[in-house]
């Protein structure tokens, strides 16, 4: 993890569609207008996020299996660099919502779960907070990251689909894989997808190792 | 270290040319017009500065591992 490649790839993935994105070809589409290259920002934040998680609750099964303090820090970090990009996302999403349909918060499933799910995880980070013994701390924690990312799971990605939602991809809407993202978008939001969830492993990984620096600082 | 930045530094330069070619090309000139090309610069400037700001503490953080 810390060689220096994947991190150089990452800047220059993000780098290069931040310039593809703003200046490339995109569908022309009633509404949207230009903001369809939002496509390339607000989704990758999210998808970012879910990978995060994704890292935690995978440490939080290796914590549980060994024991080993390291994994516990590793799952934590991996939460609070995830909710850096729920926050991006959420905060794009809302500039978003407000141009193309009129509100920034609409009553919308998709939205409704995303803030639930926000919540569950600082309530993640609350609950760490408030248990005093480190052991029980990190099991405790543990536990509930695993039961915390399948519901999010749900909550962001199958309950909108099973109602109306405005957001794409949800409720009867196409997404834009299906319609609108013709052949010129998917590179370009490909490799802002995987550019920004390299920035949020390096980010995390940055974390974590200040905090095992910190750890050993204090364990003495 | 030195040697990855500035070969980022060089190929952030020849983005500018290739804009500078772009804006001839596309006669059509609507974005052009639009001046979406300072956009452009202006999201990359302050990328470029958290990428670097991302680098300069990896490095503090390698230093201060290597410390122990």
Redesign the interface.
């Given at each position: 993890m810390?060689k220096?490649w994947w991190?150089?790839l990452a800047?220059?993935m993000?780098?290069g569609s931040?310039?593809a994105g703003?200046?490339g070809p995109v569908p022309e589409l009633p509404i949207l207008n230009e903001t369809i290259r939002n496509v390339y920002f607000h989704v990758p934040m999210w998808f970012t996020m879910v990978f995060l998680y994704l890292i935690s609750v995978i440490y939080s099964i290796k914590y549980l299996n060994t024991n080993n303090r390291n994994y516990d820090l590793m799952a934590v970090e991996a939460v609070n660099t995830g909710i850096l990009f729920c926050a991006c996302g959420l905060l794009t999403g809302m500039l978003w919502a407000n141009i193309t349909w009129g509100d920034p918060w609409p009553n919308d499933p998709k939205l409704n779960g995303s803030a639930i799910a926000t919540l569950m995880y600082l309530a993640y980070l609350v609950l760490r907070n408030a248990l005093e013994e480190e052991q029980k701390r990190a099991k405790i924690s543990a536990i509930y990251n695993i039961f915390a990312f399948p519901i999010m799971l749900v909550l962001l990605y199958i309950l909108p689909k099973m109602t109306d939602s405005l957001h794409p991809g949800n409720g009867g809407n196409s997404t834009f894989g299906d319609l609108d993202m013709d052949n010129n978008i998917r590179p370009i939001f490909y490799t802002a997808v995987i550019g920004w969830i390299l920035?949020g492993a390096?980010?995390t990984s940055?974390r974590y190792?200040?905090r095992l620096?910190d750890d050993?600082k204090n364990s003495f | 270290?030195k040697k990855?930045i500035s070969a980022?530094l060089i190929?952030?330069m020849s983005?500018g040319e290739l804009?500078a070619q772009?804006k001839i090309e596309m006669a059509d000139g609507l974005?052009a017009d639009g001046k979406?090309?300072v956009?452009?610069l202006v999201?990359?400037v302050i990328?470029?500065a958290i990428?670097v700001y991302?680098?300069a503490?990896?490095r503090k953080?390698?230093k201060?591992?290597k410390n122990?």
């Open positions: 810390k220096i991190k150089i800047v220059l993000v780098a931040i310039v703003l200046l920035i390096w980010i940055l190792r200040v620096i050993k | 270290m990855y980022f190929f952030l983005m804009f772009g974005r979406i090309y956009v452009v999201m990359l990328f470029s990428a991302l680098f503490i990896d953080i390698t201060l591992e122990k």
